[in-house]
């Protein structure tokens, strides 16, 4: 009986131990999938309010777009400049670029997006550039104050940077 119970327990192991690179891979798809899949989406969006909007005069009269992007563990997707580009990283994988035609830029220092995402197009003394807010925002993204809400306020104040 003994001899029966260790022998089920080692095929067990051995199974395991045979479908786990099958598992690792199907993760590193999936998560991979995901990734792509948010670029894609804010990759769109930013393509969309270039060719099919003027820019605004402020965050409240521009024109925008809400994302949600559903990264995996210690995945990455990054706004960068000159050239505008959209940069997506996996744990332990290369860095994937995707060039936008206007500037992206976050209302912090942090250029990372996660989350649900506000997408504004306005127009600044520098040219026009899609602002990536953080949050879905109340009232179409339309209070600046709430447009960086993870950042703690300063003296009192929500503060954002345009």
Sequence with gaps: MSVRVVLAVAFALALLTAAQPAVDHATSTRDSAAVSASADRVADAVDSLYRRNDPGATVATAPRRTVHLDLPDGAALAVRGNPPRLVSKLPNGPEHQRTLPVRVETCGDDATLDGPTSLAYVERADGPVVLALRG??????????????????????PRLRL
Excluded: E, N
């Design 136 to 157: 879905f925002i109340r009232g179409d993204a339309t209070t600046a104050a709430h447009a960086c809400a993870p950042r703690p306020p300063r003296g009192g104040r």
